[in-house]
């Protein structure tokens, strides 16, 4: 027997409603700016928690704490990534940790410190700020971030982000479309959003 409410919509249907209607859907932030409804992961439902992903072969611990990886003479077109870290009750997960890496504008990893990494803890509103740059295109993948993200005492969540309209999305043998990160261009600074949901039992 199914015990599901039908008269509730899952954020993922609304999605879909959204997409086949005409307009653009604004919602207002915890800061009350209007922004554009992502198509992240929601939560409400067991099916909207962030799917894990495999940490790839540069992963380093211990990681400078930063909201900012941008450095003296660093290449790159400069990208804000900003959202929140919630349970699947849609409660905010204060002082998650987030810990970022990602190639440098031409595709390379730096293994040898710690450019372009760097770890940040939430807010008591669940939201994290990370300013960077867009990462390049690693040979055999396409573009994106990787991402470590923990609740206080919790397991750790191994993911990648990816971004929206890149051709090698469609070659990327573990590219994930719930994990496509909402971009808006400009000309000085590009504009991304993410919110992750975790499982918290």
């Known amino acids: 027997m199914n015990d599901r409410d039908d008269s509730r919509l899952t954020r993922r249907e609304f999605l879909a409603a959204s997409l086949a209607a005409p307009g653009i859907f604004l919602l207002r932030d915890a800061f009350g700016a209007a922004r554009e409804l992502e198509a992240t992961p929601g939560c409400g439902d067991a099916d909207d928690v962030t799917p894990p992903q495999t940490a790839g072969p540069f992963y380093k611990p211990i990681s400078p704490e930063r909201r900012s990886l941008l450095e003296p003479g660093l ?46 803890f939430t807010d008591d509103k669940g939201r994290y700020r990370l300013e960077t740059i867009v990462p390049g295109i690693y040979p055999g993948r396409t573009r ?30 573990i590219f994930n479309p719930k994990l496509v990160i909402a971009l808006r261009d400009s000309a000085a600074v590009k504009a991304a959003a993410f919110d992750f949901v975790l499982d918290l039992g």
């Open 75 to 120: 290449k790159g077109s400069r990208i804000v990534l900003e959202g929140y870290v919630r349970s699947t009750k849609c409660q905010p997960v204060p002082r998650a940790l987030l810990d970022f890496w990602h190639a440098d504008a031409s595709g390379a990893y730096d293994n040898a410190g710690y450019s372009l990494r760097g770890h940040q």
């Open 144 to 173: 994106h971030f990787h991402v470590r993200v923990q609740a206080p005492n919790r397991p750790v969540l191994t993911t990648q982000l990816y971004f929206p309209n890149e051709p090698q999305n469609k070659s990327d043998w």
